[in-house]
């Protein structure tokens, strides 16, 4: 979103986009109204929204499994609430001139913008402002919403153990690393799990008192 508000991507423009992802990648375009009517049912304005897919189920996926951690151990725990799966981002513009967080659960997607008419730098406290917002709009929004997840992609999902140095499938060398074990267990998109192994960590036989 280059240029803020002025020139780039507008608050509206941004919930859209990002309301793509709990769709499974599906855009529709944001609308005030969805049509008007005489009072014998004669359709005056007929505001059907377009529709098309922007991206791969997979992909929307990804996004999602990656901003969910955001809400969880990054920026955006100032805008968690209990008991509701979601998902979330701040941004900035130059200069701290544009301050933002974007948020989407199951069922609602917002966008929050702190900012001043006449532009002006804001303090990082602003950057949780958003994220408190959004927390308080959202939170009320959803009384008495049942939580449910994000769609999984139609290739279905994996879980698969890699090393968090290469990325790739473990051996024993990276179980065994000085800095202890650099294995983890990630889900992936079935066909995307990685098939090299480790190309980082290798064994070698030293010598005990001099290591070479």
């Not at 991507?9 to 969805?34: C, K, L, Q």
């Not at 968690?80 to 659960?105: E, H, P, Q």
């Not at 001043?116 to 958003?130: F, K, N, P």
């Not at 650099?182 to 066909?191: E, S």
Request: proline content about 4%.
């Amino acid at each position: 979103a280059m240029g803020g508000l002025t020139y780039g991507v507008n608050t509206m423009e941004m919930a859209a986009a990002y309301s793509v992802f709990p769709r499974g990648g599906v855009y529709i375009e944001p609308r005030t109204y969805s049509k008007v009517l005489r009072n014998d049912g004669t359709v005056l304005l007929d505001n059907t929204q377009e529709t098309h897919v922007a991206m791969k189920d997979s992909t929307a996926w990804y996004i999602n499994y990656m901003l969910q951690n955001v809400m969880v151990n990054g920026s955006g725990t100032r805008a968690r609430f209990s008991g509701m799966t979601m998902a979330g981002k701040t941004g900035t513009t130059s200069n701290r001139i544009d301050l933002y967080f974007v948020g989407y659960t199951p069922y609602y997607t917002a966008a929050v913008w702190s900012g001043y008419d006449i532009q002006e730098r804001m303090s990082s406290t602003l950057q949780q402002q958003s994220a408190n917002t959004w927390r308080l709009v959202m939170s009320k929004v959803h009384e008495g919403l049942a939580d449910q997840s994000f769609p999984t992609p139609s290739a279905g999902l994996v879980q698969k153990e890699v090393c968090i140095d290469s990325g790739l499938t473990p051996g024993d060398a990276c179980r065994n690393d000085p800095r202890g074990d650099r294995t983890i267990t990630l889900t992936f998109v079935n066909g995307d799990a990685p098939t090299g192994f480790c190309t980082v960590h290798t064994e070698q036989e030293v010598c005990v008192d001099d290591p070479v």
